[in-house]
């Protein structure tokens, strides 16, 4: 199985073309993925202490509002949020990115604007939920093709908010009980492997989700068949993170296999020093495996 190319490697195989020159290489090896000015960290910095007075102000105001006043209130914020991120947007990078930190407001204000009307008109408001982050969900992975991380921040809440809404309509028990957030984790990982912007916030949040939801699975089985399942699948995982050079797949494969035998060892074993070499073991040839693919990591 071949592994993805690092940066360096690229530009020495344009260089060697005749493509690039040495020092062309270096500006393009060197140069940030991500850069701001004074100026943008200024508008956030002014932008979030505005929020917070708004916020302060809703508060006081509404305090003895009815909930349909509430909502009436958050949904005129959404527009308003929403005029401003389309204006924004329009402009250049650092307008455009303010434009999308607008764009997050007003979906967050017609959420919970959403939220407070159902739960006042309909007390099973499970359904609605479902219904809602789906929406979002659907609007994020669209958008995440068109802004730099609006749309890709918006599907990590709405994966979470469905699939826990799933599980609470399927009124799950242990030991499966963490099995609907499990899928919402394996959903946004498989999503940010699509063409999208900003992939790497939804890979790592669902990486980690998938850490502890998986953990806690294998755990209430007591490993077993369960353990069986996890490793295969972190192990799946870890081949494609280190085909791919995404280290936050290999790290979070690693950890699930490691969590993993060691349920299964301390549910097997009763000699605790056999237990800790189990676990040992494992351990060092999982940061054997992964410490060649972070070397090639940095080096992108």
């Known amino acids: 199985m071949t592994t993805q190319k690092t940066l360096r490697q690229l530009l020495d195989d344009h260089i060697t073309a005749g493509h690039l020159t040495h020092d062309q290489a270096d500006d393009l ?36 509002a009815s909930e349909i006043s509430i909502s009436s209130v958050l949904y005129v914020v959404s527009v308003a949020f929403a005029g401003i991120a389309w204006w924004a947007e329009k402009g250049r990078e650092i307008r455009r990115r303010f434009g999308e930190v607008c764009e997050l407001a007003s979906e967050l204000s017609f959420a919970f604007a959403t939220g407070v009307l159902v739960t006042n008109l309909w007390t099973e408001s499970e359904w609605t939920a479902v219904a809602l982050g789906s929406v979002f969900f659907l609007f994020g992975f669209w958008r995440s093709r068109h802004t ?12 979470f ?15 499966n009980d963490s099995l609907p957030m499990m899928a919402g984790a394996i959903v946004l990982i498989f999503v940010s492997l699509t063409d999208i912007n900003f992939s790497w916030a939804p890979r790592v949040a669902g990486s980690v989700f998938l850490v502890f939801t998986t953990s806690a699975w294998v755990g209430m089985h007591e490993g077993g068949w369960a353990a069986a399942v996890a490793v295969t699948g972190a192990a799946v995982m870890f081949t494609y993170g280190a085909r791919m050079l995404m280290l936050e797949l290999i790290i979070s494969a690693g950890i699930i296999i490691t969590a993993s035998v060691a349920i299964v060892s301390f549910n097997t074993f009763d000699n605790q020093v056999l ?3 189990v676990v040992i073991v494992v351990g060092v ?10 070397r090639k990591r940095k080096a992108l």
């Open 29 to 64: 090896s060197s140069a940030p993925r991500w850069s701001f000015n004074v100026q943008e960290a200024l508008y956030y910095l002014a932008g979030l202490i505005i929020a917070v007075g708004v916020v302060r102000l809703f508060i006081a105001v509404l305090e003895d």
């Open 148 to 159: 730099d991380f609006a749309g890709s921040l918006t599907i990590i809440p709405s994966a």
């Open 161 to 175: 908010v469905v699939a826990g809404m799933i599980g609470s309509l399927l009124d799950l028990r242990e030991p």
């Open 275 to 277: 237990q800790g070499v």
């Open 285 to 294: 040839a999982m940061l054997a495996a992964t410490l060649p693919y972070a």
